[in-house]
Nanobody, 126 residues
Framework: QVHLLESGGGLVQAGGSLRLSCAAS????????MGWFRQAPGKEREFVAD????????FYADSVKDRFAISRDYGKRTLYLHMNIVKPEDAAVYYC???????????????????WGQGTEVTVSS
């Protein structure tokens, strides 16, 4: 069993930066990819970014490309989301998620990720 725990959310001023973390704990680490999603009030959960755990290749939603960066610490089993030039529309609950091998690596729908954290809230002041 593996558990994902996000941290780092909070209040950030528009134009500022914030770093989210997601620590994986448990006996196993079954993920081929990990990703970040977000959900704003009244909206559906949307894909933000994904990283291949072994190779480190990344993919981003157009809305965050060139502003956000996903990274991982392989040894610490920790996923990060570096949020820069934050905009009011980035305010949401951010979730980390894990995808197991055998599921399409380039399929970024939420349904393809089997494991989820509880979320961390990001609030943006303008």
């Amino acid at each position: 069993q593996v558990h994902l725990l996000e941290s780092g959310g909070g209040l950030v001023q528009a134009g500022g930066s914030l770093r989210l973390s997601c620590a994986a704990s448990g006996r196993s680490f079954p993920f081929s990819n990990m990703g970040w999603f977000r959900q704003a009030p009244g909206k559906e959960r949307e894909f933000v970014a994904d990283i291949s755990w072994s190779g480190g290749s990344t993919f981003y939603a157009d809305s965050v490309k060139d502003r956000f960066a996903i990274s991982r610490d392989y040894g610490k089993r920790t996923l990060y989301l570096h949020m820069n030039i934050v905009k009011p529309e980035d305010a949401a609950v951010y979730y980390c998620a894990g995808k197991v091998p055998g599921v399409g690596a380039t399929d970024y729908r939420a349904a393809t990720y089997s494991y989820w954290g509880q979320g961390t809230e990001v609030t943006v002041s303008s």
